[in-house]
């Protein structure tokens, strides 16, 4: 029989706890290198593979808890209807962890990441929430359940509980318990992330849908569980030696492969503008006239590049429509 969310994590909280006063939590934006595409068990969001990413540093979400008189959520100051998506996804979170049922909520979630850099900021979003309602009601959860727990909320936000590097384990538990991110404690001076915005009009499909499209219509599917698992295996050999040739060729071949299963599905699923394809081309031909650039891109049209900061004026150069907060070297 398949375990609920509520029953996976009611058998991890403390069985006393009190009413909370007042909490506030930051979680950083991740980008992944070894992409999470396609998951083995719905409701827990378990995944197929196991995922690397990068966190954004101080870009994220700020989220706060504190007790109301009726529950309202807030998005960067302003109040959310109750019945749209929004509000909806948080409460919904939030009452899976709800102690005294009595007790009403107002939730502030504030993003700084660049709002034109069409970024998701559900991986931030849920690991901020998390990281709140771990110290509003003080349940003193271990950083690895944490990470499970976020999971729970967005499969990516297991890894935005960390900073820096951060590997995702898939876990084979049927509770997911073993299914956490864990920081690398690795470091990268000069990596550079630069975020390259092409729309940020809302997408059609979402991560959420996508990959059930995917899993369930792609015959190509098939391959993708041993690419991530090779890939990551050479992300993360390209992380110890500090190689950036091969940490970024794995990162743009991993990210490529994820939209060829992408399009293999049916309905086929694009995320690509045509702007996004031009975009691609210029990467490249950067990269062929001599500076070391990859991309990677998530599910939507906007490009992610990676490189050295001894290239950083090159590809301003190359890209002016980057804005100065568009660029992050997360090792800083
Ligand atoms: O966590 P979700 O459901 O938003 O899925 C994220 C999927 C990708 O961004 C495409 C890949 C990843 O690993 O972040």
Redesign the pocket.
């Known amino acids: 029989m398949q375990l609920t969310k509520q029953q996976v994590i009611n058998h991890h909280l403390p069985s006393k706890t009190s009413a909370g006063t007042y909490a506030k939590a930051f979680a950083p934006s991740?980008?992944?290198l070894?992409?999470?595409?396609g998951k083995r068990n719905v409701e827990l969001?378990l995944p197929i593979n196991s995922?690397l990413?990068i966190s954004l540093a101080n870009l994220g979400t700020t989220t706060s808890i504190q007790p109301a008189e009726y529950d309202q959520v807030f998005l960067n100051g302003e109040r959310q209807p109750e019945q749209q998506a929004f509000a909806t996804k948080v409460i919904e979170f939030i009452n899976l962890f709800r102690r005294d049922l009595n007790q009403a909520l107002r939730i502030d979630t504030h993003n700084n990441i660049p709002t034109a850099a069409g970024l998701?900021s559900?991986?931030s979003g849920f690991a901020a929430l998390m990281l709140a309602i771990n110290d509003f009601y003080q349940f003193k959860l271990p950083p690895t359940t944490l990470s499970a727990f976020a999971r729970i909320g967005?499969?990516?936000?297991a890894?935005s509980i960390f900073q820096g590097f951060v590997e995702?384990h898939q876990g084979s538990a049927q509770d997911g318990m073993d299914s956490y991110a864990e920081p690398l404690n690795s470091n990268w001076k000069k990596l550079n992330i630069a975020l390259l915005k092409i729309s940020t009009a809302s997408k059609k499909t979402?991560?959420?849908q996508?990959?059930q499209r995917t899993v369930k219509t792609a015959t190509l599917y098939q391959s993708w569980q041993q690419q991530a698992t090779a890939d990551l295996a050479t992300i993360k050999s390209a992380i110890k030696h500090q190689d950036f040739e091969q940490l970024g060729q794995t990162a743009e071949h991993n990210a490529l492969a994820?939209h060829a299963t992408m399009i293999a599905s049916w309905p086929p699923l694009l995320y690509w503008l045509p702007e996004s394809v031009a975009a691609m081309h210029r990467v490249w031909q950067l990269r062929e006239s001599g500076t070391p650039i990859y991309l990677t891109?998530?599910?939507?049209a906007n490009l992610k590049l990676l490189f050295e900061s001894q290239s950083k004026s090159t590809v301003k150069h190359h890209f002016p429509e980057l804005n100065p907060t568009d660029i992050i070297a997360p090792f800083a």
Do not use: H, L, Q
């Not at 967005?154 to 936000?157: D, L, M, N, R």
């Not at 891109?297 to 939507?300: F, N, Q, R």
């Open positions: 991740n980008i992944a070894c992409k999470y595409w969001n995922s990413s998701a559900s991986a967005s499969g990516s936000a890894r995702w979402n991560s959420r996508g990959m994820m891109m998530d599910a939507g």
